[in-house]
């Protein structure tokens, strides 16, 4: 059962001459909505079926109001005219990706710009920062004099200690914030931001191309990438040097290659048991796929996630459930006698195997400076009188018995950090945005007196409050129409949200919901889709769902307009500063 949700009134957007493949969102859009329909499909469980052709049995009953609903005007004139700007494939390519390059574009300004200030380390910048410094000179990081902040925004990168830090995040996420110091220097702060500042500006890109590929619709990915390009949070977050944009981007990475597997090994397994009927065979169980190359770049994505921050091993648990409920749902649309056996006993074992010693050794990898150097933090822990392990284990390497006794100090220490801070948010609040992060604030001369400067990971109301509900309808949807779209947006949202709400206890912060913000931007694409409607609608309905879509579109741009100053530390008044706090708890 198939429910189209339409939102672009061309015909077809799907780029010229470009191959059927996996890596092609546009073939599918082609394939199954040849009038360029947002395509929401319902899984083809019975009881979802069963429930889809009932409505449609009770929707169609009366014959007299079909009929006179065939006689009402359907689409607008900017469907026509819209259609025929399209109507070439160079234009239409154009588009498909002239569209998304766009909204990166507008990301990229808004990130790049004036990036190098504050020229101060702001926020937690004092410990990544100046660890990313060392761990590009050491390979591990190193401690830092007291109070010595001042000396680094005068220009004096070299006074580390030769003595090891203690640090309690995985390296992964310096490194990347390093590379741009290693290149061009530390003297400019732009240089600490730039790799931040490029990945929050790819990550907008992605998000498009995925709202895309999920509704076939490239006005509805570019939609998407707006609302991410402009929202404060997101820009606030890439233009600081801190890890969480790097949790994002990674996972993000992860979530599209699980999207690219999706469709793929669905081919897969019905031309496999095509092949076998074929033969006179009869597949009791369904084959085992190894033949999976987007798991294992999941994997890796997703091992990066948790090389940046320990948070990243639960997209890799969402989505290594995902994939087994996928494939089980798989096998049994296409008729396997013992599906749900031969997906959990027979696939599951090798979706593991591609999946998580993938990610494993991705996450190993990013300690690879401490494992191959003498002078980390406990780097000899288990070369100490007694500390190395005897018995069955004892062939384990003593650089890993170290690693792992450093991992279990460190998680030791996130267990305990309950100390309060005055801008710390109980993850109960985050979806709603009560609390947000105040990182930098500084007053200037001028303004008739004095200028206020400030960096508040602050996102777009209208963006955040309408996702916050469309989520909840979501859910609705997902428990009535089983559409797969639907249930792939919400796993990435609960990978990257559910697990905070175990440590409502701990000092933990609103700037941390940059990790799961994208699957909020795609809950409001795919509604943007319902409401948008099909070009094929009754005229009334699709001018109703163009209106209110533009309508909401520059709201959003026009409070993101407002909101800028306050998280790019332009000089605005105090009075003027007071206006952004919507809430008490704002300011």
Request: charged share 15%; glycine share 8%; proline share 6%.
């Amino acid at each position: 059962m198939v429910m189209r949700m339409s939102a672009d009134p061309a015909v077809d957007e799907r780029a010229p001459e470009q191959p059927e493949s996996d890596e092609e969102p546009a073939a599918e859009a082609s394939a199954e909505a040849p009038d360029d329909a947002p395509v929401l499909e319902a899984s083809d469980s019975a009881e979802s079926s069963d429930s889809a052709e009932s409505s449609d049995s009770a929707e169609s009953s009366d014959g007299l109001e079909a009929s006179e609903a065939a006689d009402e005007p359907r689409g607008t004139r900017l469907d026509s005219w819209w259609a025929g700007l399209l109507s070439t494939p160079r234009r239409r390519a154009l588009w498909y990706w002239g569209g998304p390059l766009l909204v990166t574009l507008i990301a990229a300004v808004l990130r790049f710009w004036n990036l190098g200030h504050a020229n101060t380390l702001i926020f937690d910048e004092t410990y990544y920062v100046k660890d990313a410094w060392t761990l590009w000179i050491h390979g591990y990081e190193t401690r830092w004099p007291d109070d010595y902040d001042g000396t680094w925004n005068a220009g004096d990168p070299m006074g580390f200690l030769p003595d090891p830090s203690y640090v309690v995040h995985p390296p992964l996420g310096k490194w990347v914030i390093g590379l741009g110091m290693a290149v061009f220097g530390t003297l400019d702060p732009f240089w600490w931001r730039a790799t931040t500042a490029l990945v929050g500006t790819i990550a907008v890109f992605l998000v498009a191309v995925i709202a895309r590929r999920l509704t076939h619709s490239t006005v509805i990915g570019v939609f998407a990438g707006l609302l991410f390009a402009v929202d404060g949070n997101a820009i606030a977050m890439s233009r600081i040097a801190l890890l969480d944009n790097h949790v994002m981007f990674f996972a993000l990475l992860g979530f599209w290659f699980i999207l690219l597997d999706r469709d793929r090994t669905a081919r897969i397994l019905r031309e496999l048991l095509e092949a076998a009927r074929a033969k006179g065979v009869e597949p009791m169980y369904g084959p085992a796929i190894w033949q999976r190359p987007w798991v294992y770049a999941a994997g890796a994505a997703f091992g990066a996630t948790a090389a940046v921050k320990w948070s990243g091993i639960y997209f890799v648990a969402a989505f290594g459930i995902y994939l087994v409920l996928v494939d089980l749902l798989s096998r049994r649309r296409e008729g396997v006698k013992f599906w749900a056996t031969g997906a959990i006993l027979k696939q599951a074992p090798v979706t593991f195997v591609q999946l998580v010693p993938t990610a494993f050794v991705v996450y190993l990898a990013a300690w690879s400076g401490w494992i191959f150097t003498d002078g980390g933090y406990d780097r000899h822990y288990a070369d100490g009188e007694g500390m190395a392990w005897t018995g069955p284990f004892a062939w384990v390497p003593t650089w890993f018995q170290s690693l792992l006794a450093y991992h279990q100090a460190a998680y030791q220490f996130h267990l305990g950090v309950a100390s309060p801070h005055p801008w710390q948010a109980n993850p109960l609040t985050w979806l709603l945005m009560i609390r947000p992060t105040n990182m930098y604030y500084h007053e200037v001369p001028g303004c008739d007196g004095v200028c206020t400067e400030s960096i508040i990971g602050i996102g777009n109301p209208l963006v955040w409050w309408a996702a916050s509900a469309a989520g909840l309808y979501l859910v609705y949807r997902l428990a009535r129409y089983r559409e797969w779209q639907i249930g792939l947006v919400l796993t990435g949202l609960a990978a990257g949200y559910l697990p905070w709400l175990a440590y409502r206890n701990r000092t933990v912060f609103q700037f941390y919901s940059i990790a799961f913000e994208p699957y909020l931007i795609l809950i409001l694409a795919l509604v943007a889709a319902l409401i948008l409607g099909k070009p094929t609608d009754p005229t009334w309905r699709r001018q109703r769902g163009i209106a209110m879509l533009a309508v909401y579109t520059v709201a959003v741009v026009a409070v993101s307009i407002f909101f800028y100053s306050i998280v790019a530390a332009l000089p605005i008044p105090a009075t003027l500063r007071q206006l952004h706090f919507w809430l008490p708890s704002w300011g």
